[in-house]
């Protein structure tokens, strides 16, 4: 029998639908729209297409996007200008500097000058320590994405044994933290983790968030078990081409798991919807308005 498809780009069509109803009454209170600011340094193809979807998803949303692209040989003390003038900006719920930063700026110091209620990628360590301590804040949204696709699945996760593969501060860490809010057993692995296979095993909820191609085998997964696949690695197709595949042997493990997300359209969609989401939650909150759930 194979596995229910978790079908997210499905939901996230929904939850950019529900954002963007939410924002015609923001705006009648608060007197103008959400506002995302977007900062991209560089050219590299791949954040220039992410800079791309996530403005045209902004448009679409009602929010007003404010985009900012800086020559590769800005100076971090000339990023850190602008993030002050975005922290300061009235108009501006929202700033998220896109990754990775060329060599000669450090990440941690941008990302540590975002007002951290402005931060709706939820990487300061502000932000981090909130997660970790339980208070409201903003939570990176990748494994945000996959929280919600669980809970949609699943209902509560009250019980449940989760495994996370990968400790990264943008997917794995906080995931873990948020599926033990969630009152999950959870184990964090990573590349020192002793029998990865045995201990996947035990788990009724898998997320894999390694970046190694197909690397989590139909034998790792207990049967029945919900996996949820975050990887994107481009390999090659044969004839030239190339292919996206996650982190989970999609065509195996389909057999054994109770629900799987295929890549792509599983997890993907889910990270733009859910920075809509964060930046008409800073907006609410900044207006003093109920932020919606
Ligand atoms: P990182 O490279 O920052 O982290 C990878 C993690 O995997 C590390 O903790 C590493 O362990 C662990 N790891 C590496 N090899 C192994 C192994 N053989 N066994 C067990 N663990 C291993 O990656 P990210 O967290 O940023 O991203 C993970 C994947 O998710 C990538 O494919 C990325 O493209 C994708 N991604 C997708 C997003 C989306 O929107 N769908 C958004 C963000 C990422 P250690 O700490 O010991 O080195």
Known sequence: MGAALIDGKAFAAGLRGRVADAVPAFAAAAGRAP????????????????????????????????EHRL??????????ALVATLNADPAVDGILVQLPL?????EDAVIAAIDPDKDVDGFHVVNAGRLATGQAGFVPCTPL????????RLGSLKGLEAVVIGRSNIVGK??????????????IAHSRTRDLPGI??????????VGRAEMVRAEWIKPGATVIDVGINRIDAGAGKTKLVGDVAYS??????????????????????CLLRNTLVAACRRAGLAAPE
């Open 35 to 66: 506002g995302l600011a977007v900062v991209l340094v560089g050219e590299d193809p791949a954040s220039a297409v992410y800079v791309r979807s996530k403005g045209r998803a902004v448009e679409e949303a009602g929010m007003a996007g404010f």
């Open 71 to 80: 020559p590769a040989d800005t100076t971090q003390a000339d990023l850190l």
């Open 102 to 106: 060329p060599p000669q700026i450090a």
């Open 145 to 152: 994405g996959c929280l919600m696709l669980l809970q949609d």
């Open 174 to 187: 906080p995931m873990a933290a948020m599926l033990t809010q969630a009152d999950c057993t959870v184990t």
């Open 200 to 209: 996947v095993r035990r788990a009724d909820i898998v997320v894999a968030a």
């Open 252 to 273: 195996e493990v389909v057999d054994v798991a109770g629900a799987i997300t295929p890549v792509p359209g599983g997890v993907g969609p889910m990270t733009i919807a």
